[in-house]
């Protein structure tokens, strides 16, 4: 077991090394420079010297190979610098954002487990009647709908609803506040996104369920249970749901890992300043040092839930025995 | 060379064709897959409508009509126009041909190129092997919305770079799942005898060992198809997709649908139930194939 968390561990090397290859040489690849879209947003007169001078400032002028090593040696000694477009420190660029990307993927978490479980367990038990129909409908449903669709309806059905209801159209506010400050204000505008992508995600934790649970109750033990009597809700919530839980706290894992920086589209819809966002502003203002820095927070968060979702299989169940 | 999965898939589809009336053998898969068949009716009804599209509107996609700027949904505009008076359901119809060409082509491209690197990486193994996986693991782990960012950056818009950011993450996936399936196939004995008749590495590859791992390739590609539509219109509705004046649903909403979702809400709403409805057909459609390819699955 040990050494099999130490070769996990060991191979995550590889991995986060070769992201940063890739996130290095690919924002080096785009044409132009921070420096050049700094002036060019100034709208000033710029001469070829200024330029020249903002690049030396930023480093852009040493060879490729010390810029990288800069990169990589501050990555492994948590230092990462500073923003090349505020010319603030990136922990405190991403500590800005980091709260509100972090409840939205909490609350969105939350959502997706109160919908698939019980969900999941009635498509399972009643497999192949309307009701396993029905759930198996919703949750394709759910990744269908482009979340920033979801989003824009969410928005256009609270503004028909409070209308016909109160008489005043009301949208969830834009100013972001944090939840010790005013829980209320705070829930009303972060809820409607934790929904719209909740939805998508208790999709696919849905379907986890499901086939999760399907398998665990062909198995003997079930049968066991089922020929010694035991009513039908223990033999569910106690037997099968509990040995069914594995894979579904994957997917889990896996889909938080990926909300922490993937929601880009759905903070567009609904104006939020979080981690998406200052992912794709980064990128447009060649903002390399923040790109490179978010890239590998997002790549480490993957790899680390996969390895602690791999560590929790061997934990968690016993057959299975890594070589 | 069939594995028995296939022998079993063959013999349903013969039970299936046994010299019935067409419409008794279609009523029979809609009993026995009711959604699966319901997927497939509405990736019919997009292959026609980019088939017809011209016959079926009467209205440019692309031009501009200033005169119908935003007009409500009538009889002469089924579901209204956009900002810049174009008709919205004719924008759909020919929406369809982008969505269909964006979603076989991603998905068959990130499919077979995966199909092959899975297999050959399973075929050598040892160090090969190794490393492949752990480039895999890279672009697995990788945001795929910087990818597409940087594509973009790099080579501009369009509907090329588009596909292209959309495939490369379709890759490991598909070769990760070919790969598992494959290093079980490596160990049978029939590719003991294909190298014992002195069979080059690349026609073991291509001629035994992919064709028996066409199940799950078949599973993975129509799985794409739909998530590459959906990608598609993500990318465009945040401007980094197809661009104006090529009909696209996510363009669709791009343009309008937060600015007008209060005046004129129907810019907002139909693009988005375009999008929906033909990723859900072919999700379901997708299901359909896995149930029926996946003999571990199939349910008795």
């Known amino acids: ?323 | 060379m069939v594995t028995t999965s296939e022998v079993r898939v063959e013999a349903q589809f013969e039970e299936l064709a046994d010299k019935r009336p067409f419409w008794s053998v279609v009523g029979e898969f809609a009993r026995k897959q009711p959604l699966g068949s319901f997927g497939m009716g509405i990736v019919v009804l997009m292959i026609f409508a980019s088939a017809f599209a011209t016959i079926l509107s009467p209205y440019d996609p692309e031009a501009n009509a200033f005169e119908h700027m935003l007009t409500p949904p009538n009889l002469q505009f089924l579901l209204g126009t956009d900002q810049f008076g174009r008709d919205i359901l004719t924008r759909i119809i020919y929406g369809a041909r982008t969505a269909l060409f964006v979603g076989f082509t991603a998905a068959f491209i990130g499919a077979t190129v995966g199909l092959v690197l899975g297999v050959a990486s399973a075929f050598f193994g040892g160090r090969f092997d190794l490393i492949f996986q752990r480039i895999m693991d890279v672009l697995m782990a990788f945001p795929l919305i910087i990818l597409a960012l940087a594509v973009v950056s790099i080579f501009g818009t369009g509907i090329q770079n588009v596909i292209i950011a959309i495939t490369i993450p379709f890759i490991p996936r598909c070769a990760r799942v070919v790969r598992s399936q494959a290093l079980a196939i490596r160990e049978i004995p029939y590719i003991d005898a294909a190298r014992a008749n002195g069979f080059s590495n690349a026609r073991i590859i291509m001629r035994h060992m992919v064709p028996n791992v066409m199940a799950p390739f078949l599973i993975m590609l129509t799985a794409f198809v739909g998530q590459a539509i959906l990608l598609e219109a993500s990318l465009s509705y945040l401007g980094l997709g197809v661009q104006e004046p090529i009909p696209a649903w996510g363009l669709m909403l791009q343009g309008g649908a937060e600015e007008y979702v209060e005046s004129a809400p129907w810019v907002a709403i139909w693009p988005g139930v375009a999008i929906s409805l033909a990723v859900f057909g072919f999700n379901l459609f997708g299901d359909a194939v896995r149930d029926t390819l996946d003999p571990k699955l199939r349910s008795q």
């Open chain 1, 1 to 323: 077991m040990w050494q099999y968390i130490l070769k996990r561990l060991l191979l995550m090397i590889p991995t986060l090394f070769g992201a940063a290859i890739l996130i290095f040489f690919l924002l080096r690849l785009i044409p132009g420079d921070v420096c050049e879209l700094k002036m060019a947003g100034a709208g000033l007169y710029v001469d070829q010297e200024q330029i020249d001078i903002c690049r030396t400032n930023l480093g852009l002028e040493q060879p490729m190979i010390i810029q990288f090593w800069d990169f990589v040696s501050g990555f492994v000694t948590f230092d990462l610098g500073t923003s090349m477009w505020t010319g603030k420190a990136i922990t405190y660029e991403i500590a800005l954002r980091f709260e509100l990307s972090l409840q939205v993927a909490i609350m969105a978490t939350l959502t997706a487990v109160l919908i698939a479980i019980p969900l999941g367990t009635i498509s399972a038990v009643r497999q192949n009647t309307w009701i396993d129909y029905f759930v198996r409908a919703f949750s394709i449903a759910g990744i269908a709908i482009p979340s920033f669709w979801l989003g824009i309806m969410i928005i256009l059905g609270l503004l028909i609803f409070t209308q016909a209801w109160f008489g005043t159209p009301w949208m969830p506010p834009i100013e972001y506040t944090p939840i010790w400050v005013d829980p209320w204000a705070n829930l009303s505008q972060l809820i409607w996104p934790a929904v719209a992508t909740g939805w998508r995600y208790s999709a696919v934790a849905t379907r986890m369920t499901r086939s999760a649970l399907l398998e665990v109750l062909r198995e003997d033990y079930i049968r066991t249970a089922r020929a010694k009597g035991l009513m039908e809700k223990l033999i569910i919530n106690r037997h099968a749901l509990k040995n069914s839980m594995l894979p579904v706290v994957t997917v889990l894992g896996i889909e938080f890992a990926f909300l922490m920086g993937g929601l880009v589209v759905t903070e567009q819809v609904f104006n939020l300043n979080g981690l998406g966002k200052l992912f794709v502003e980064s990128v447009l203002n060649q903002d390399f040092t923040l790109t490179q820095a978010l890239v590998m927070l997002v790549v480490t968060i993957a790899v680390f839930t996969n390895f602690v979702v791999d560590i929790c299989y061997a934990w968690l169940d016993p057959r299975i025995r890594y070589a």
